[in-house]
Every structure is written in C-alpha cells, then in structure tokens.
C-alpha cells in the first residue's frame, strides 16, 4: 500500500515531507482531544519551566505552513495521535496520509481522491458522488442546512431513536452528526467509492465556506464501503477567519467545560504570510487496509493495538 | 458506588440504567471525523431481561451497579420463597419468584446455580446448563422401540415437562439442557 502511495505521487510531482508529531501547539476544536507531555529543561526533573508539547491531531498545521513557505504540492504519510477514541474503527495512534495541492480546486481534488484508492483498492467502477444536503433529504426527509427542531424531532421519534432527542436537544450540528452517524452513513455501504461534498457550513471545520452558496462550506468525505475514510477541504486561507474559529472553539470548549487550548501563532502567522489557493485531504490508511484486506476491525491491521501496545 | 465512563464501557460491565440494574453486552464507539462521538451500546436490563439499545455521548459517565455474581446451593421452597446457601460461608439468601422465574423448572435441591445479587438481595437464578432429572411420570414406552422418531411429554420431579425418547421409562434418571429444555441423554445415578 505505502508503494502504491508514493509511486502515485511520485508520477504526480508531489513531494514528500515530515513534520514533528511533538509539537508546541495543537488544534482547538473541542471534539479532538489530544495527547501532551512536558520537555525537562533538566534531564529527570520536573520543573515549571518545562515546555508544554503535543502529539498532534493531524499534520494540517505543519504542513500548511510549508505550503505557504512556497513548498509547491506535497504529501506525507505520518502517525497522528487522538486521546479517548478507540472501537472497531478507531486506534488512538494511526497513520495518516495527507496531502496538499496548490492550485487545485475541490473538485480535480477529488478526482485525484478517487483515483488513488480505486487504485488501492482495485476498483474500476466510477464514484456515487452526492451533496451532503441531497444525501440527508433522501435518506431522513430533513433539510440538513435549516434546523427544524421540531421535524428532527418528530423523525427521531418515528424512527426509534428516542436517545437523540435528550441528546443533541437544539444543537444542530450534534443533531446532524446523530443522524448522518446512525441513519444516513449506513445506506453508503453499497458504494464502492462515495463522495459526500458540500457540508453544511456549520461543520466547516478548516475548510472555505463556499463562495456561491454562504449555506455550505467547500469540504467533502470520502467513503469506501460506507466507512469513513477521509475529509477534505478547500482549504482556508483567510488568517482572520482562521483565528475567528479558534476562538469560537475555544469558546465552545469553555461552555463545555473543556480547558482553553492556546492558539497555534506559527500557523496564524504563516496564514498571514499567505497560504496559497490549495486544496487538501487527510485519509486514515489503517482504515483503508482494513478494507484492502477485507477484516472488520482496526485490530487485524495494526501490529499491536492499544491495548498491546 | 463507582461511576463508569463511557471509555471503560465493555461487555460484562454492570451499569445502573433508569434505577435498574443493567449489564452492557456490546459497546459500539462512533464518532464522524470531526464531530461529536457516540457510545451505541447493547444493554441486557437484569430484572426482566430484556434486551435494549442507548445512546450515550462520550464521556459521559453513568452509576455502577452493585451486582455480583455467587455459586450457590439451592436448599428447599417454602412456596413463597426459594432458599439458598453459599457453601464456603453457609450464607443463606432467600429470591423471590420474580428472581427464580423460569429456572423455577430446573431447580433441584442440592444443586449448584449462579445467583446474582443486586445490593445483596437476589436478582435473578442462573442453572446450570445441563442438570440430572428424575421422570415421575411419562407414557410407557412402546416395546422393541430403539432412539429416534417422534417422543413423548414426561414430567420431571421439578414439574418440568420434557419431550424425550419413546424408550425411557418412569423412575429414569436423564439429562436435560435447561437453555432449550431438550433431552440430552440418560444420565448415571
């Protein structure tokens, strides 16, 4: 798999790269929890000088201030580090593939996507893709883009999902994470590839709200065989709005009683320097091996699990 | 009581769920890959059985329940209650019928059944899965009639009803499994 990779973009004048996994600043957003550890200034000793450190999420920030240092396209196969997930489908350490395209808008993006894991995964037949507010409509009757508690409600209670309701109560975004998680992901398992494009803008992430449609945000997943396998963005590059989200995260980090993470000003400031019009994408390989190889769980693909690690 | 989150969640965990006592059979981790995660899990209620499904947002934690479970002897009913001892410490407990509920069929004095006890007091009576059983009474058997082909209803000295083999006579001894209340074979004194 790791050949195919980097054979893949190798012809493709992609540039390989690696950035610390230990890191002194991580992501705000309050659904990532992370892994920290101090640096001793003195070998064995614990003192308040000591620099706080990261494992990181994701290798976004990182990379992203290659690409405005002028990098040009570039890839990177890497561990990331995810506190308190772990199931069938989620291991706290796993590798990522992530990689950046300058120039590239969502859609040759896209194509690119689907083009590497048809390739992984042997696959001819050409991608169902369709937007997040179709796919939701088609599956549930609700409008994904405009929250009507009460039609939520009322869907939640017909189909037996009950739990929901005292769940998400008027939060939209858990409302939709809810339903796309129990409702609408597991109609995806017939496609081979599934593209998921156009996410509602209040789960914009770090992606570019859409320039047309204000509703939307220009960020897709990638499903292969109705499992998660990958996000990607349109990426953004305004460093006012960058900040704007980090402070709306660590806002919703305080509500939830969460501790304040402190902004990443190496990334701020390289936004600032300017990041070039590019679009990027982070794939979960563990996942997609375990697809390869054809096993349910993250366990027959990984050396030692977490629990054996 | 301690308090579980839903990290430590796993199969054979006992829980506390709307003031019943719960045993988690299956805990599904879900989480899309940038928004809320979500514990799916499987839960077995231990007062009436039944099988339900919640949802639980990670990190949430819920109560412990005080459930263990003990080898106990079944002593004698009095009608009203079943009696019961724990032969290292002669603990005696008595379980209501609620607690005994179906294996009431299978309990033969002396025997050695799992209790389960909630805040010490008897929740439920788990039999063995094979237990020996008298037949008081049964249909005599057709000469010349070997295993195989039809059966008949006997009545066991617990009152349990068993379809068995043409061949096997009032006063035998045979062994029954209590999880589909099937003949196995005869069984040795």
Known sequence: ?309 | MARYSTNEFKAGLKIMLDADPCAIIENEFIKPGKGQAFNRVKIRNLKNGRVIERTFKSGESVEGADVIDLETQFLYTDGEFWHFMEPDTFEQYQADANAVADSVKWLKEQDICTMTLWNDSPLSVTTPNFVDLTITDTDPGLKGDTSGGGGKPATMETGAVVRVPLFVQIGELIKVDTRTGEYVSRAKE
């Open chain 1, 1 to 309: 798999m790791l050949k195919t990779i980097r054979l893949f973009f190798d012809h493709r004048d992609v540039l390989e790269v690696e950035t610390p996994l230990l890191c002194s600043a991580t992501g705000t957003d309050p659904q990532l929890d992370f892994f920290s550890s101090h640096y001793h200034c003195v070998a064995n000793t614990e003192s308040a000088a000591d620099k706080r450190m990261f494992l990181q999420t994701s290798p976004e920030f990182a990379m992203k201030r290659l690409l405005a240092a002028g990098s040009g396209s570039i890839f990177q196969i890497c561990k990331a580090f995810r506190n308190s997930e772990l199931g069938r489908h989620h291991n706290p350490e796993f590798t990522i593939l992530e990689w950046y395209r300058v120039g590239y808008s969502l859609s040759e993006l896209i194509n690119e996507v689907t083009e590497l894991i048809a390739e992984l995964t042997d696959n001819k037949k050409s991608p169902y893709k369709i937007s997040y507010a179709d796919l939701f409509e088609q599956t549930t009757g609700l409008n994904a883009l405009e929250f009507c508690p009460q039609s939520y409600r009322a869907y939640a209670l017909k189909n037996g999902l009950e739990d929901a309701i005292g769940l998400c109560e008027n939060n939209h975004s858990l409302w939709l994470d809810f339903l796309f998680s129990y409702q609408v992901q597991p109609t995806l398992k017939q496609h081979p590839i599934c593209i998921v494009y156009e996410y509602p803008a209040i789960q914009a992430s770090l992606a570019r709200i859409n320039t047309k449609n204000p509703n939307v945000a220009d960020r897709f997943e990638v499903f292969v065989q109705g499992i998660e396998i990958g996000n990607g963005f349109f990426e953004l590059s305004d460093a006012g709005e960058q900040e704007k989200r980090f402070d709306q995260e660590n806002s919703s980090r305080e509500k939830m009683g969460l501790p304040q993470v402190k902004k990443d000003q190496h990334f701020l400031n390289a936004l600032k320097s300017g990041l070039p019009e590019c679009s990027g994408i982070a794939l979960g390989l563990d996942r997609l091996l375990m697809i390869m190889t054809e096993t349910q769980s993250l366990n027959d693909v990984i050396t030692f699990p977490f629990d054996r690690a």
